[in-house]
């Protein structure tokens, strides 16, 4: 019988507070176990193993980080700013910092077939795709513009994270100017 206030939902929740405490590639059933007092046999009740485990914090961590995007570009829409890179960058970047193991979770792509993992993924993407559209990119243009956004952000706070940046320099400060000319360089249309 599962115990009693453990469900799916509770398990994946912890595992992920879990991953950004140790980190998603130190997520074990082990340590996720010994947060509830339970025997790893225990969660099973709940959860179908590890990869269960990796596949809920992914999907959690990527409605997270769709639900921080999307509320980043709404608030740049409703100013009327029009910022809207620069509104997901810092939305980005403080996800990343914040939940350092959800946000590592969310960088492989969507298993082919995995439909709610897929749905998660498309929603986030809807919202970068929305910015990029008010810059009159679509289509190719957006996948290209979007590719480029996410690798210089992921390298970015992975560089951050790791204590990467030395240098006697404002790291903010970096960070705006990295904005200012991925914004610059996006233009407003495919070229």
Request: proline share 4%; hydrophobic share 45%.
């Amino acid at each position: 019988m599962p115990r009693a206030g453990l469900t799916p939902a509770i398990v994946i929740a912890e595992a992920a507070v879990l991953a950004d405490e140790v980190g998603y590639e130190h997520l074990t059933l082990a340590a996720l176990a010994a947060r509830f007092g339970v025997a790893v046999p225990s969660l099973y009740k709940h959860v179908d193993g590890l990869d269960a485990v990796r596949r809920g914090v992914s999907i959690l961590a990527l409605r997270e980080l769709g639900a921080h995007l999307a509320a980043a570009r709404s608030a740049s829409v409703d100013d009327g700013s029009r910022e809207g890179v620069r509104a997901l960058a810092d939305a980005y970047r403080s996800y990343a910092t914040v939940h350092p193991g959800g946000y590592a979770s969310t960088l492989r792509a969507a298993p082919p077939g995995d439909r709610e993992h897929e749905a998660a993924s498309d929603a986030l993407l809807k919202t970068v795709f929305e910015v990029l559209a008010e810059r009159g990119l679509t289509g190719d243009d957006a996948i290209d513009a979007a590719r480029a956004l996410r690798a210089a952000l992921h390298g970015f706070v992975t560089l951050q994270a790791a204590g990467g940046f030395g240098m006697p320099r404002d790291v903010d400060r970096s960070f705006e100017r990295m904005i200012e000319a991925l914004d610059r360089g996006l233009g407003s249309g495919g070229g």
